[in-house]
């Protein structure tokens, strides 16, 4: 499993560097564009958009999984009792 998720991880990343290398810089102006390339781009982003809902949504659920397994290792620690102590004092 330890192996899926770093391969996982992977695959996320580059797909992450894709969407940046995707994206207009934050200094880019669009006043030169003509209407059918705003159309586009905006195609583009409503795409790029899904792509990085996709991948939160992914963690995210991830995450909640991770912090219920933990919880379960809390309750199983509690319930377990008070560490035993060695009678060979």
């Given at each position: 499993?330890?192996?899926n ?7 996320d990343?580059?797909?992450?560097a ?19 390339e705003l159309?586009?781009m905006?195609?583009t ?18 995450m ?5 397994r933990r ?14 102590t060695?009678s060979?004092?």
């Open positions: 499993m330890m192996e998720s770093k391969r996982q991880w992977e695959e990343k580059t797909a992450i894709e969407i940046a290398d995707q994206l207009p810089s934050k200094n880019a102006s669009f006043e030169h564009l003509k209407v059918k159309e586009d905006l195609v982003l409503g795409q790029i958009k899904g792509r990085i809902e996709s991948l939160i949504k992914r963690y995210e659920g991830e909640q999984k991770d912090n219920v919880e379960h290792v809390s309750a199983n620690r509690r319930n377990s009792g008070p560490p035993r060695s060979f004092e």
